[in-house]
């Protein structure tokens, strides 16, 4: 079977790095992708590790070591409006992206 | 603006009834892909299509149907509907160009009764 692993909640103060991570265990792997949902909302694309490193976009980073099957996202300079759930999905196929069940991140005063 | 428009927002069914979610995009990419969203799961892939004239089941692909009926349009179909399709249906479509991110519609609230 396939599975990914993610916290299932996080809390972290305004202005502060948290981190969330996700190891995978999939029977493909082309690459890793962390999306962002907010209560009602779609998911939005954060970012895509398809090989070992740290991949840097604003405020977020995303990182991959394959020989560990583990990720992780990375958000700085927390603010209020980054409180929504972090989904990782592995692309095991062309056309195949398995979800995580997410971690809901609350960012409190 | 450019993106992935579903309809309709919220629908309610009585079970049996069927009904098609309707799914466009506007960003000229070829694969596309119907997900369902269940409390405290992720999201699930019930089926996509890589281009058009292809459709493929995905995880969850009981009880459901799909068309593509262009390479903007990618509809999903309940022939009959069960309570245990009560969900948040999202549409989504994907270009190589963007790193292989997603871009996903605003969802169907559908609640079957």
């Known amino acids: 079977g396939q599975s990914l692993e993610q916290p299932s909640e996080v809390t972290a103060v305004e202005g502060a790095i948290v981190q969330i991570n996700c190891t995978y265990q999939?029977?493909?792997?082309?690459?890793l992708s962390w999306y962002q949902q907010h209560d009602g909302g779609a998911p939005t694309f954060l970012s895509y590790?398809?090989?070992?490193g740290l991949e840097e976009t604003g405020r977020f980073s995303s990182f991959l070591s394959r020989s560990d099957s583990y990720g992780y996202l990375l958000l700085q300079e927390l603010q209020m409006k980054d409180s929504a759930s972090y989904f990782c999905?592995?692309?095991?196929?062309?056309?195949?992206?398995?979800f995580g069940t997410g971690t809901r991140l609350t960012v409190i005063p | 603006n450019a993106g992935v428009t579903q309809t309709p927002k919220f629908q309610v069914l009585k079970t049996g009834q069927s009904m098609t979610l309707q799914c466009a995009q506007d960003?000229?990419?070829?694969?596309m892909y119907w997900y369902r969203q269940d409390p405290g799961m992720g999201l699930r892939l019930i089926y996509y299509?890589?281009?058009?004239?292809?459709?493929d089941k995905g995880e969850v692909p009981n009880g459901y149907n799909v068309s593509r009926l262009n390479k903007r349009e990618f509809s999903l179909r309940l022939e009959s509907a069960a309570p245990s399709q009560t969900s948040v249906y999202f549409c989504?479509?994907?270009?190589?160009?963007?790193?292989?991110?997603?871009?996903f519609g605003s969802g169907t609230r559908l609640t079957v009764v």
């Open positions: 960003m000229n990419h070829n694969s």
């Open positions: 999939t029977s493909g792997f082309y690459g």
């Open positions: 590790n398809a090989l070992d």
């Open positions: 299509s890589a281009s058009e004239g292809t459709t």
């Open positions: 989504a479509s994907s270009g190589a160009v963007q790193g292989y991110g997603y871009t």
């Open positions: 999905a592995v692309r095991t196929g062309a056309n195949n992206l398995f």
